[in-house]
């Protein structure tokens, strides 16, 4: 009896143990950006030529795993004032109330609340892009370019992700204090992402 008290008491045991590995849920893969081989850019026409730039500064949290999609989110934060089209002036322009204000709204934020997959390595972020004091739900599609082991730095994973999307300037307000910006850019912005990550394996 007391036998088969025990062998009962171990397959308990044994089985609770197995039921708490299976719904346990591991964090997504926290990973930090490596700037030197990061860019953040967009591109808006004038007249009808695309002008290009960048913003040369900004801050992201990428917690991120093709197998744990539920827990994985992506938080960019940009500086409005990091904004750079190879032109002082126009840069300088860009910053005041005409366009995105700088100085009463210092950043762009993307916040996700939702990550899907899509295809072989392709995934959308939905969530809230803020510029200035407008907030508008947007998906940003993105492209996971591979993961492997990074060479350079021992014990760390290297992964590669580009991602894009359109706004309309607009929405946000930006451009609309100027009645020039009007005639002569376009309304659809094209941002472009392309991030170099690295994780503790």
Partial sequence: MKLLEKITTI??????????????????????IDKAHSAVNFNVTHFFTPVN??????EATVNFDPENLEESMIDVKIMVNSIDTKNERRDGHLKTDDFFNAKKWPYITF??????????????????????????????????LGVKENPMKENTL????????????????VGTGDWASD???????????????NAEK
Wanted: no cysteine.
């Fill in 11 to 32: 397959l308990a045991i044994t089985i609770f143990t197995l039921s708490s590995v299976a719904l346990t849920k591991y964090a997504a893969t926290s990973w930090i």
């Fill in 111 to 144: 916040k996700s609340t939702s990550i899907e997959s899509t295809g072989d390595n392709e995934f959308v972020a939905n969530g809230t892009l803020t510029i200035k004091d407008v907030s508008k739900e947007i998906s940003l599609p993105f492209t996971l």
């Fill in 158 to 173: 290297v992964a590669g992700i580009t991602a894009s999307t359109v706004v309309d300037r607009t929405d946000y307000t």
């Fill in 183 to 197: 005639a002569v850019i376009g309304d659809e912005v094209t941002i472009d992402l392309n991030l170099e990550l």
């Fill in 53 to 58: 730039g960048t913003f040369n500064d900004y």
